[in-house]
């Protein structure tokens, strides 16, 4: 299962063989995607895409500059433009998002996540508005490539399943799922600070990290925390153990990735640092 997963991500991002001042990641977007953009410049570029700023930071590897985008879940098929800023004439190159079928499931859950109790609403509305400041916040860039999956588990349901929940409420899917018994270490995938661990009504034990620059991941239905709020903690680092609290039918964890609050596809996101960023130029034959 690992090398089928492994092969799936490099076909899923493609390599791009043309050397060029800009590059993208993957090499067929679609909508819910995240990007990695790469550019070579010898002063630090600025841009935006889809009405959100990039932040982009020297990789030490490649001596490139590296920004993490993303492309909302709603966006239309089409052509979206993306103009980087060095100082100099801007380097000008047109994402082409494609559409993504995402499928349909059916989940049952107890009737109290559908229709929680009203003695229930005072929490729920503080917890709403708790993830609303902290994922406001922009911190300074801690992530780094590549990212590490949360736990060494098969992929159970993928991010934007359009749900049935109890034959009735209707959802997107904003994460993806991870098969986990109950205990199971779940780790960071990257490098950041610990903004949220605690009991959550709807997403049951959540931790939730920021990784600077607008990206946060979340790792929900915990049954207990290893991490606290306000740690900094490595990727690959265990975070805490994985449950069935919250909103929940069975034992497993719900991955979320969070950049500039639109949810976005985690597993192209782990595959992000696991393809060669910079291709290699092939020698024609004769050529010295």
């Known amino acids: 299962m690992e090398i089928g997963a492994n092969w799936a991500c490099w076909l899923l991002l493609g390599v791009v063989a043309e050397a060029g001042p800009v590059r993208v990641w993957p090499a067929k977007p679609f909508n819910g995607a995240p990007l990695l953009v790469e550019v070579e410049s010898a002063a630090q570029p600025q841009a935006r895409f889809l009405d959100r700023p990039l932040s982009f930071a020297l990789d030490p590897k490649t001596k490139r500059w590296t920004a993490l985008a993303g492309i909302p879940l709603d966006t239309k098929p089409g052509r979206y433009p993306?103009?980087?800023s060095t100082g100099g004439e801007p380097l000008k190159q047109d994402v082409v998002v494609?559409?993504?079928a995402y499928r349909e499931s059916?989940?049952?859950v107890a009737p109290r996540y559908l229709e929680p109790p009203e003695e229930e609403n005072v929490r729920i509305e503080a917890e709403r508005e708790l993830k609303k400041t902290v994922f406001a916040v922009r911190s300074e860039r801690r992530w780094a490539l590549p990212f590490l999956p949360p736990t060494a588990s098969?992929?159970?349901s993928p991010f934007g399943v359009r749900r049935t929940?109890?034959?009735k409420t209707q959802s997107i899917h904003q994460g993806l799922d991870f098969r986990a018994a109950v205990g199971t270490p779940i780790r960071a995938v990257a490098?950041?600070?610990v903004v949220i661990a605690r009991p959550m009504y709807f997403e049951g034990g959540l931790v939730a990290i920021d990784h600077g620059e607008g990206l946060f991941t979340l790792y929900m239905h915990l049954s207990e925390f290893v991490a606290k709020e306000g740690d900094l903690v490595t990727a690959g680092q265990v975070i805490a153990k994985s449950g069935s609290t919250g909103r929940s039918a069975a034992p497993?964890?719900?991955l979320g990735v969070q950049w500039q609050?639109?949810?976005l596809e985690p597993a192209t996101l782990l595959g992000l640092g696991r393809v060669p960023v910079a291709a290699p130029a092939r020698k024609r034959k004769g050529v010295k």
């Open 98 to 100: 494609q559409a993504r």
């Open 106 to 108: 059916i989940v049952t």
């Open 82 to 84: 993306l103009s980087i």
């Open 165 to 167: 929940y109890n034959g």
């Open 191 to 193: 490098a950041g600070k």
């Open 154 to 156: 098969i992929q159970t």
């Open 252 to 254: 497993h964890l719900h």
């Open 261 to 263: 609050n639109t949810y």
